[in-house]
């Protein structure tokens, strides 16, 4: 556990490539750069040798400074059950890289996943088609006021679904009908 390690840290603008390297036992990497408003990048291979981590809840949560997230990010990853919150409140992130969950097929929760992320402008097609265990989608892309459409099939993948309530909520910007909202 590492949790809420470098959390609040304002000033943190960068994280130096192979930070956790030595942690190959790690199991939970929640909250650990959560409220680190300064960060402006994240390195693709921070997670590399992390391959036990089951939980990244929030994470990056509040990381305000952030636009991008790097592909392979969770590529060496698969036995992660919960992206809670891991995203939410990165008010300047602009995008989501196709293929970013594709290694995590134990994945049981993304509620909050990118709630309030208000840059946000697309989703690409197939997020979560690697992810069949995915149950929990509650306020996934809640408040995420430049999203224009939701990608079809988004959820197809996902059989064990128990809630998608409120994931697109106050997405002023969708056209069409969402049975999401």
Request: proline share 6%.
């Amino acid at each position: 556990f590492m949790y809420g390690l470098f959390s609040d840290c304002s000033s943190l603008t960068k994280i130096p490539s192979g930070l956790f390297d030595r942690c190959p036992e790690i199991t939970s990497l929640n909250d650990v750069f959560s409220g680190c408003s300064g960060l402006k990048e994240i390195p693709s291979d921070l997670f590399r040798s992390c391959p036990e981590v089951t939980s990244f809840s929030h994470t990056f949560a509040g990381c305000t400074g952030l636009s991008r997230i790097p592909a392979g990010l969770f590529d060496h990853n698969p036995l992660v059950v919960t992206f809670s919150g891991i995203f939410k409140e990165c008010t300047n992130l602009t995008g989501i890289p196709s293929g970013l969950f594709d290694q995590c097929t134990r994945v049981t929760h993304f509620d909050f996943s990118f709630q309030h992320c208000e840059k946000l402008t697309e989703i690409p097609e197939g997020l979560f088609d690697h992810c069949p265990a995915a149950t929990y989608f509650i306020m996934t892309f809640q408040h995420c006021i430049c999203l224009t459409a939701i990608p079809s099939g988004l959820f197809d993948s996902c059989k064990k679904i128990q809630s998608l309530a409120a994931t697109f909520a106050d997405c002023t910007q969708l056209t069409g009908e969402s049975p999401y909202t």
